[in-house]
C-alpha cells in the first residue's frame, strides 16, 4: 500500500513538474512574431509523417540513421511496457496484463527485450563516437561544457534504463522457478537466457529485491528523463514532430517577404501618392526591421530552437564552417535557444517590459558570424527535422543593414550600384546591351 | 560585326509583335565578360531554333537578388517594384534567365510583389529544345567522350530543385559525367552566393572556391560544368589557383551545348 502511494505521488509530480517545464516552453516561444503556417495540412501531415516520424533525412548518413532507428523504436516501443509498469504501480500488481494477454504478453516483452539490446548496443556506439573517435562535428567548440555533458548524459541515462528492464526482467525469470521449485519460465526472449546465467543460484529475497530495484529504477529513470528534457537539447524526441509539420513548405530558395517594406516601397513608387499627406495611423506596436533579438524572431525560428539536439549536421556542410570561418548554424540554433530561456526567464522574473540590455545578435551571435553566410541552404537540407538557421541569419542581417546600416563596406558599395545603375558593379544602364554588339 | 540576333522588347512592341519568351540577361551575363560569353552561347542556340524571344536591354534591370541576401528588403523591393512595372507593361508571361539568382527571386520573390510568371532556367529550355527536336546535337562534339563534372549552383539545385535538367544535357554530349563527392542536394556552394560575390570573405583558414574546386579536381576532370556566372568565376578562379587552367576548361552547359551543336 505504501508503495502505491508513493508511486503515485512520485506519478503526480513528475508528469506535472513536466507540463509546467513545457508550458514555459510554450510561452516562450509564443514571445516570438506571428506566422501563418495553417495552410496546407495534408502537405504538412506529409512530411511530419515522412520526416520526423519516418526519420527520411536521417538517411542521407546511413550509420548513424540506423543506430538512431534502433534507439528511437527501441524508445518508442518500450513506451508500451510502461502503461503497464504504471497499471501495476497504481494497483500494486505485477504484470497485470500478462495473464488477458497470454502468448502476446511474452511476444510483446521480448520484442521489447530485442530493440533494448539494440538500444544498448547503439547507445556504446554513441558515446564512443563522441568520446573515444572524437567525431568532429560531435566535439567542436560551440559544444565545449555543458552541451557536451548533456550529450553523455542522455546516453548514460540510456544505459541504465535498458539495465534496470533487464534486471528487472532477469530477476522475475529466476524467481519464478526458484518460487514454484519447478523449471518455469516467463519465455522472454533475452531474459530467460540471461536471468538464470546472472541472477542463477542467488536466493528469492534477493531476487525480490532486484526485481523491485529494475522496477522502480526503470520507472524513476522515466520520470528523471521526463523532467530532464526541458533542461537539455533532447527535446526533440517530442519536438520533432510539431516541428517538421510547421516546416516551410516554400522553396528554400523563397526568402520571406517583408510586408512593411512593401507598403512603403508601393507608397514610394505610387505617382498618385500625396506628398505632404499626413503619416497614416500607425497600427499595432512599431516593430523593428529584421532581428536584433529573439524577441524579433517568428514562434517558428524560437521552436526551431527548442528542437536542434545539436547533432551538427548543417554545420559540417555549412562551406564557411568547413573553410574555418566563425559561422557556424548549430551555434546560430543553440545560442537562439540559450537567449530566449534567459529572455523568459526575465520575463517571468521581472514583468513584460524588461530590458537586460543584452541581445542576441552582439551578445550571443557576433556579426563576423553573421557576415560568413553564403545562403546556400546546405544547412536547411541537411537538418533531419527541418530546422531553418538561414532564416534567423538573414533577419540578424537584415537589421544590422536597415537599422544600423551596419555591413562590410564592400556591400555598401554594391547597394549603392545597384540604387544607381541598376546592377551591383558600376557600369551605366545604357551599356546593358552593348553585349549583343560585340565580337 | 555580331551575327547575333538580339531582338529587345521595346522593338518588339513598337512593332506589335509578341515574343514567346523574355529571355532575362541579368548584370552579370549583360557586364561580366565571362558571362557575356554564357549569353552569347545562349541566344546562339535561341537563334539557331528559331525561338521568339527578346530581351529588355537597358531597361532591365538587377533583380535585387544580392540586396535581399545582403538584408537590405528595401533596396529589394525597389528593385523587384521597377521590374515588375516593365514586365507587367509588356505582358510578359515567361521568362527564361541564364543566372540561377535571377532565376530564383523572379521565380519565388516577385510573385507577392505582383510579377506572376513561368520562369525557368536556360538548361530547361535548351533540354525541351532538344526534346522535342528543335535542337540537334551532332554527335556530341569536341566534347564526346571527355570526362565533365557538374557543380550544381546552390540557387538552382537546393534552393529550387532542378538537378536533372542540365545533367541530361551532358548525357547528350555522350560525354561522360563525372559526379563529385559532394553532389546535387549535397553538393558545395561554390562560395558566391548570399551576396558573399560582392566581399571579401570572413577570416577562415581557405576559401570556399578552392575547397570546392578540390571537389571537381578529384573526379579529374576535362571540363568543369556548371549552370551559374557566379559559380562559373568562382571554378574558374579556383582552377587558376591550381594552375590547372589549361587543362580543366570551366563551362557553362549552354556552352556546352552550342559548341556540340557547332553553333
Same mark, same amino acid.
Given at each position: 500500500m505504501v508503495s502505491i502511494v508513493i508511486f503515485a505521488l512520485l506519478l503526480t509530480a513528475g508528469t506535472g513538474f513536466f507540463v509546467f517545464n513545457a508550458m514555459k516552453i510554450r510561452s516562450n516561444i509564443l514571445l516570438g512574431r506571428d506566422?501563418?503556417?495553417?495552410?496546407?495540412?495534408?502537405e504538412r501531415w506529409k512530411t511530419m509523417i515522412l520526416v520526423a516520424l519516418g526519420q527520411k533525412k536521417m538517411f542521407s548518413r546511413p550509420l548513424p540513421a540506423l543506430l538512431h532507428l534502433l534507439i528511437y523504436v527501441a524508445f518508442v516501443i518500450t513506451q508500451i511496457e510502461l502503461i503497464e509498469i504504471v497499471a501495476d504501480g497504481l494497483t500494486g500488481g505485477h504484470r497485470t496484463f500478462r495473464e488477458s494477454l497470454g502468448g502476446f504478453y511474452t511476444f510483446m516483452i521480448s520484442f521489447i527485450e530485442i530493440l533494448s539490446l539494440g538500444a544498448l548496443i547503439a547507445t556504446f556506439i554513441f558515446l564512443s563516437r563522441r568520446n573515444l573517435l572524437k567525431?568532429?562535428?560531435l566535439n567542436m567548440a560551440e559544444l565545449k561544457g555543458w552541451p557536451m555533458k548533456d550529450a553523455n548524459l542522455i546516453l548514460i541515462m540510456e544505459i541504465v534504463l535498458v539495465t534496470c528492464i533487464f534486471t528487472m526482467n532477469g530477476a522475475?525469470?529466476?524467481?519464478?522457478? +526458484?518460487?514454484?521449485?519447478?523449471?518455469?519460465?516467463?519465455?522472454?526472449?533475452i531474459s530467460s537466457i540471461l536471468g538464470p546465467s546472472m541472477f542463477g543460484g542467488i536466493d528469492a529475497h534477493t531476487l525480490h529485491l532486484l526485481e523491485q530495484i529494475g522496477w522502480w529504477g526503470h520507472i524513476l529513470m522515466v520520470f528523471a528523463f521526463l523532467n530532464y528534457l526541458p533542461y537539455s537539447k533532447h527535446l526533440h524526441i517530442l519536438l520533432a514532430f510539431p516541428n517538421t509539420y510547421y516546416s516551410n513548405l516554400n522553396q528554400k530558395g523563397k526568402f520571406s517577404n517583408m510586408e512593411s517594406v512593401t507598403a512603403e516601397v508601393t507608397l514610394m513608387l505610387d505617382p498618385? +501618392?500625396?506628398p505632404y499627406a499626413a503619416p497614416a495611423e500607425p497600427t499595432g506596436e512599431p516593430q523593428r526591421f529584421g532581428a536584433k533579438d529573439v524577441t524579433d524572431l517568428t514562434w517558428k525560428n524560437l521552436?526551431? +530552437?527548442?528542437?536542434?539536439?545539436e547533432c551538427g549536421r548543417c554545420t559540417s556542410s555549412c562551406p564557411a564552417n568547413i573553410t574555418g570561418k566563425k559561422l557556424s548554424p548549430r551555434k546560430i540554433m543553440m545560442d537562439t535557444r540559450d537567449r530566449l530561456v534567459e529572455v523568459g526567464d526575465n520575463i517571468r522574473k521581472n514583468g513584460k517590459d524588461y530590458q537586460d540590455g543584452k541581445s542576441l545578435l552582439g551578445d550571443y551571435i557576433s556579426e563576423e558570424e553573421v557576415w560568413a553566410c553564403t545562403s546556400c541552404n546546405a544547412c536547411v537540407q541537411e537538418c533531419p527535422v527541418n530546422i531553418d538557421p538561414l532564416s534567423i541569419i538573414v533577419d540578424l542581417r537584415r537589421y544590422l543593414v536597415m537599422e544600423e546600416s551596419k555591413m562590410p563596406t564592400e556591400l555598401t558599395g554594391m547597394l549603392t550600384n545597384i540604387e544607381n545603375n541598376g546592377a551591383p558593379w558600376q557600369f551605366s544602364p545604357n551599356d546593358r546591351l552593348n553585349w549583343a554588339n560585340e565580337d | 560585326m555580331s551575327t547575333l540576333k538580339v531582338p529587345t522588347m521595346a522593338e518588339m512592341f513598337a512593332s506589335g509583335e509578341t515574343p514567346d519568351i523574355l529571355f532575362w540577361v541579368g548584370c552579370s551575363g549583360s557586364f561580366d565578360d565571362r558571362a557575356k560569353k554564357i549569353t552569347k552561347a545562349v541566344v546562339k542556340i535561341l537563334n539557331h531554333c528559331n525561338v521568339k524571344f527578346a530581351?529588355?536591354?537597358t531597361e532591365e534591370n538587377c533583380t535585387g537578388d544580392p540586396a535581399k541576401r545582403a538584408g537590405n528588403e528595401f533596396t529589394f523591393q525597389m528593385q523587384a517594384m521597377m521590374n515588375i512595372q516593365v514586365l507587367n507593361g509588356y505582358e510578359?508571361?515567361?521568362?527564361?534567365?541564364?543566372c540561377p539568382h535571377c532565376f530564383n527571386t523572379l521565380k519565388n520573390e516577385y510573385p507577392e510583389l505582383g510579377g506572376n510568371y513561368e520562369v525557368i532556367h536556360h538548361t530547361q529550355l535548351i533540354q525541351d529544345l532538344i526534346n522535342t527536336g528543335k535542337l540537334a546535337l551532332k554527335g556530341g562534339g569536341t566534347f564526346k567522350g571527355k570526362k565533365i563534372t557538374f557543380h550544381d549552383p546552390c540557387y538552382l539545385g537546393r534552393a529550387n530543385d532542378v538537378y536533372d535538367a542540365p545533367r541530361e544535357l551532358i548525357e547528350k554530349l555522350?560525354?561522360? !559525367?563525372?559526379?563529385?563527392?559532394?553532389?546535387?542536394?549535397?553538393? !558545395?556552394?561554390c562560395g558566391a552566393g548570399g551576396a558573399q560575390m560582392f566581399k571579401e570573405a570572413e577570416k577562415g583558414n581557405k576559401e570556399v572556391n578552392i575547397e570546392r574546386t578540390e571537389d571537381a579536381l578529384q573526379t579529374q576532370p576535362e571540363v568543369i560544368a556548371t549552370g551559374c556566372p557566379f559559380c562559373n568565376t568562382m571554378m574558374t578562379d579556383g582552377v587558376k589557383h591550381f594552375e590547372k587552367e589549361n587543362e580543366i576548361k570551366v563551362l557553362d552547359v549552354a556552352e556546352l551545348i552550342a559548341n556540340a551543336a557547332e553553333l
Open positions: 506566422l501563418d503556417r495553417s495552410d496546407r495540412s495534408s567525431l568532429p562535428r522475475d525469470e529466476v524467481l519464478l522457478s +526458484a518460487e514454484t521449485g519447478e523449471p518455469l519460465s516467463y519465455g522472454f526472449l498618385n +501618392a500625396d521552436l526551431d +530552437a527548442y528542437s536542434c539536439t | 530581351v529588355l536591354g510578359v508571361k515567361k521568362i527564361v534567365t541564364a555522350d560525354a561522360e !559525367l563525372i559526379e563529385m563527392k559532394r553532389c546535387k542536394t549535397n553538393g !558545395l556552394c
